[in-house]
T-cell receptor, first 116, second 116 residues
């Protein structure tokens, strides 16, 4: 079973509009961390934002915010005021303790295209 | 300057060649990782090193041989690769493999490997 599910292979958004990228996760570990990364076409993975399982408030970093709904096991990324430079692949990831070892688990990604 | 540097950026090699990928991190981290990224597949964790000791080997074929001489450097030695090994190979580091769940991984730009 998929631990991290990103159901949107591709998304389009108009420049200056907001966009939500979906991520659902599956874990039985009460302590886990959720991350979003951006991967431009050049290849590097850029860390964007983090949400801890015990955090009471949704994480925000500049134009990025994380809509964390723990009961639904979802951690959607919201990008406000989209810019052309936001066009990239976006990966949701989770770090959990499983069988005594830490695992970083990544989703298959969502390709975002910002239109001028 | 990126905190994690990978060389070379691109590599084309024949199946009988021997080559090495290099990764260096300048972040003072103690954990380093090799990932394989193939088209339309989630990131595949290959190896993990923590304080120079191999912590994980996720059933990677022996034609991939990692080496971690110190906490700042990580190599992936390649020998007798197959066409299906063509992919983007990403190196990452984090503060400590056994640390808190809020540790993000910091990635290099990757090496795009093509096997002829």
């Amino acid at each position: 079973a998929q631990k991290i599910t990103q159901t949107q292979p591709g998304m389009f958004v108009q420049e200056k509009e907001a966009v939500t990228l979906d991520c659902t996760y599956d874990t039985s570990d009460p302590s886990y961390g959720l991350f979003w990364y951006k991967q431009p076409s050049s290849g590097e993975m850029i860390f964007l934002i983090y949400q801890g399982s015990y955090d009471q408030q949704n994480a925000t970093e500049g134009r990025y915010s994380l809509n964390f709904q723990k009961a639904r096991k979802s951690a959607n990324l919201v990008i406000s005021a989209s810019q052309l430079g936001d066009s990239a692949m976006y990966f949701c990831a989770m770090r959990e303790l499983t069988s005594g070892t830490y695992k970083y688990i990544f989703g298959t990604g969502t390709r975002l295209k910002v239109l001028a | 300057e990126t905190g994690v540097t990978q060389t070379p950026r691109h590599l084309v090699m024949g199946m009988t060649n021997k080559k090495s990928l290099k990764c260096e991190q300048h972040l003072g981290h103690n954990a380093m990782y090799w990932y394989k990224q193939s088209a339309k597949k989630p990131l595949e964790l290959m190896f993990v090193y923590n304080f120079k000791e191999q912590t994980e080997n996720n059933s990677v074929p022996s034609r991939f041989s990692p080496e971690c001489p110190n906490s700042s450097h990580l190599f992936l030695h390649l020998h007798t690769l197959q066409p299906e090994d063509s992919a983007l190979y990403l190196c990452a580091s984090s503060q400590d493999y056994w640390g808190q769940t809020n540790q993000p991984q910091h990635f290099g730009d990757g090496t795009r490997l093509s096997i002829l």
